[in-house]
């Protein structure tokens, strides 16, 4: 299983991000991924998962600004990010169906 995620970047209070995850090593469209965040000296949090069919659960911090989605055929899952705040600074990783993950993407908030 690899996974390489790209897209973080730094980014004033308010600004958009969308970050993307490329899986391989295994049938993507059969299982749910999921997107987690770390920020310093904080654990890991989920902060959305899609199913192999479209379901998707989010972080209630992130509801109705983060956007999870998927292309089964491209195999990327992505993260879209509106509307950013300095607490969602924090590295990101995609994370497949066996708990694999990336090496992360960083994404900085600034006020």
């Known amino acids: 299983v690899q996974l390489m995620e790209s897209g973080g970047g730094f980014v004033q209070v308010g600004e958009s991000l969308r970050l993307s995850c490329v899986a391989s090593?295994?049938?993507?469209?059969?299982?749910?991924m999921a997107w987690y965040r770390q920020a310093p000296g904080k654990e890991r949090e989920l902060v959305a998962d899609?199913?192999?069919?479209?379901?998707?659960n989010y972080v209630d911090s992130v509801k109705g600004r983060f956007t999870i989605s998927r292309d089964n055929v491209e195999n990327v899952v992505y993260l879209q990010m509106n509307s950013l705040k300095p607490e969602d600074t924090a590295v990101y990783y995609c994370r497949g169906p066996w708990g694999d993950r990336g090496q992360g993407t960083q994404v900085t908030v600034s006020s």
């Open positions: 090593g295994f049938t993507f469209s059969r299982y749910k």
């Open positions: 899609i199913t192999a069919d479209g379901n998707t």
